[in-house]
């Protein structure tokens, strides 16, 4: 299986280093970006055919992978376009609905994928959602690629993107923002920084194995920490108190509703 990415950036960096590590050959790998830094850089890490430019030849491939800004997609579906033939595409391109895409196309074995940023350590997770054109057999191909970088969670309506961008494209900042908040809460009471870090790191870590590896809900989770009258009954209280729960649950739903604004507004100013 041949892959080609059009550009070099981070994820698609992941990308490279995670099916490099699943056993594909830097041979079965080439991508296109016109900065020479990019592909200096990526020579020389992985050893690929890096191109300054799409042509016919770069696109003799199984696989394109599109992994360009948003707002760049438009002008480089201009000079793909007249390239397809039978090759599946996927799109990393946050916001760009697959609808859009294939228009600017005028193609439609088209697979939208949402991957987010712990795929650059190889523990990320995409919302992947594929048009109607794309066959079981492209789907386990997606599937092989973006789960080099973590796991793969399939939607049959587009519009569910925007709610897996809000959940996991950017949850990890919400993780981080209470991480920070509990690393300063460790500081302001006594604790050096190097143990609030420490502390903070490992806490999140063993929280999500711990759920990851149980069987029993996230509530039972948490109450089984929860002892009657202890610390945590009147942590909690104090973060229910202040709406901590409802205010997590306002955020996802204003960034989905950001999601659906961009969605609009790419569409639109792509023509």
Not at 231 to 237: I, K, N, P, Q, S
Request: glycine share 10%; hydrophobic share 50%.
């Amino acid at each position: 299986m041949n892959i080609t990415f059009i550009g070099g950036g981070n994820m698609a960096n992941a990308l490279i280093g995670g099916l490099l590590g699943r056993g594909f050959r830097a041979a079965e790998l080439r991508v296109v970006d016109p900065d020479p830094q990019a592909r200096e850089r990526l020579q020389r890490q992985y050893g690929l055919i890096v191109e300054p430019a799409v042509d016919a030849g770069v696109l003799a491939c199984d696989i394109v992978l599109l992994a360009v800004k948003p707002q760049q997609l438009r002008e480089v579906a201009k000079t793909l376009a007249p390239h397809l033939k039978n090759q599946l595409v996927i799109s990393i391109a946050a916001g760009v609905r697959a609808a859009d895409l294939s228009r600017w196309l005028t193609y439609r074995r088209i697979v939208r994928a949402m991957p987010n940023t712990p795929a650059l350590v190889q523990a990320g997770i995409s919302g992947v959602y594929a048009l109607p054109e794309v066959g079981e057999a492209e789907r386990r191909q997606a599937a092989t690629v973006l789960e080099a970088v973590g796991e793969v969670v399939w939607v049959a309506r587009e519009e569910d993107m925007d709610t897996i961008t809000a959940v996991s494209g950017s949850g990890p900042a919400y993780v981080f923002y209470f991480m920070e908040a509990l690393e300063e809460a460790a500081i302001r009471l006594g604790l050096s920084a190097a143990q609030a870090r420490q502390l903070t790191l490992a806490t999140f870590a063993g929280a999500a194995r711990l759920a990851a590896k149980s069987q029993e809900d996230l509530a039972t989770l948490r109450a089984r920490v929860t002892s009657r009258g202890g610390t945590t009954e009147r942590a909690l209280a104090s973060l229910e108190a202040a709406a901590v729960r409802q205010a997590i649950i306002d955020a996802v739903g204003a960034a989905a509703a950001r999601s659906r604004e961009l969605g609009d507004e790419l569409g639109r100013n792509g023509g």
